[in-house]
């Protein structure tokens, strides 16, 4: 005979209750009030009450649902379930009263993403970004939860979520994330209440694939003979995509830095180019005599404001992505990203001499987090250095 289980049901025991098979807990101070947990992690109160079943007829064990956690919290759990027991004792009908009115509709979490994008996202974030967050709205978060109210929505529903992206878990970690957020927004939003619970939280996310390539000397030197040799006519790859991978190579920028950069802001008598509204705001790049020669050498399209040109007239050059699989192909560098380049330049700066505080006003990061992943090999080269002075040393001590 299984061993009843008794608690004192509060918000806190309730969250905190776990199961491997179906067990309902019962309340100490409510007779006939309880929890069904399930393995899953769902909870549902019920109230549980003997009493006449019509007119004439003997009392017999009645168990009702008082309605899921945590759309209700305990304490209103209890006041629903001592009225349905009353009922049910008195002989009347104990169909649930209906939820209170701020869980029995209200905003849903579709309207909660919509709001998001229009009044945060379109606000705040920058094109590319907006893109991103479109996507994990629209794509993932919406068709799978959006039909729930904000107040209905459990930790098991985003744990569900979560999993289903198991085959693209950086995605996963990203609807995570910005579910996160748009439940803390809805709380200044008033769409729910401030103390209402995180359903993301404590959610185990998938470990981040650290990636860590730089272009060795060697590497450098092939990759630039090959945009040497598809530089001549009749190439299938574009000018503008050489251009732009040269300018990678000698500036460490971004991408879209390069192919979105406006002759207005360049200056090739002070080698300077200004990144203006960039990842993270605006900055100074300095050219170095190689890049100024590279852009001093492009012609310039009449009435096109962009040094990359795009393939229609007045625009800019708007993908390199096909070209650099042709190129990296040619110089046999297929495991490398274009983005690699620009971990490269940090790489060979770090070789050089260069401090980590200097590297990060190069590439333009905002935080010294961002620059700090570089560390290791700041450390090999000190450690490189020590041991060629530690040679030198040691052959001049050498008897």
Not at 185 to 205: F, N, Q, T, V, Y
Not at 317 to 340: E, N, P, T
Request: glycine residues 8%; hydrophobic residues 40%; aromatic residues 4%.
């Amino acid at each position: 005979m299984a061993v009843l289980q008794y608690r004192t049901l509060s918000n806190r025991t309730v969250e905190a209750l776990s199961v491997e098979r179906d067990t309902v807990f019962w309340d100490r101070t409510l007779t006939g009030f309880g929890v069904r947990v399930y393995p899953t992690g769902g909870k549902v109160f019920v109230a549980q009450a003997r009493g006449p079943d019509g007119p004439g007829r003997p009392n017999r064990p009645r168990r009702i649902t008082v309605g899921r956690h945590p759309v209700l919290s305990a304490t209103e759990a209890r006041q629903r379930a001592a009225l349905i027991i009353a009922r049910v004792k008195a002989g009347e009908d104990p169909v649930p009263l209906p939820l209170p009115a701020k869980h029995a509709g209200g905003p849903t979490v579709a309207d909660l993403g919509y709001r998001y994008l229009e009044e945060h996202v379109a606000a705040r974030c920058k094109p590319k970004t907006q893109r991103t967050a479109r996507s994990v709205v629209n794509r993932h978060i919406v068709p799978a939860l959006g039909k729930l109210p904000i107040a209905a929505v459990e930790r098991r529903h985003v744990m569900a979520l979560h999993e289903s992206l198991c085959e693209i878990p950086a995605m996963a970690n990203m609807v995570v994330e910005t579910l996160t957020y748009m439940y803390k927004l809805a709380k200044g939003w008033d769409m729910i209440p401030e103390d209402h619970d995180d359903p993301c939280r404590s959610i185990p996310m998938n470990p981040k694939k650290k990636r860590e390539r730089f272009l060795t000397d060697a590497e450098f030197t092939r990759l630039g003979q090959v945009l040497d040799e598809v530089s001549g006519n009749g190439s299938q790859v574009s000018a503008g995509a050489i251009t732009t991978i040269r300018l990678l190579m000698l500036t460490g920028c971004r991408k879209n830095e390069i192919m979105t950069l406006p002759w207005e802001h360049v200056d090739l008598d002070r080698a300077e180019m200004r990144i203006v509204n960039g990842k993270t705001g605006d900055r100074t790049v300095h050219l170095s005599p190689s890049a100024v020669e590279v852009l001093a050498a492009l012609p310039r399209e009449s009435g096109n404001p962009w040094v990359v040109p795009g393939a229609k007239p007045g625009t800019h050059m708007a993908d390199i992505d096909g070209a650099w699989q042709s190129i990296r192909a040619k110089a046999g560098l297929h495991d490398v990203r274009i983005h690699d380049i620009r971990h490269s330049f940090a790489s060979r700066a770090l070789a050089l001499g260069e401090g980590l505080p200097i590297i990060g006003r190069l590439l333009g990061h905002h935080r010294i987090e961002t620059t700090a992943r570089y560390a290791h090999l700041a450390r090999d080269s000190v450690k490189e250095s020590a041991e060629r002075i530690a040679v030198s040393i040691a052959g001049d001590i050498s008897c």
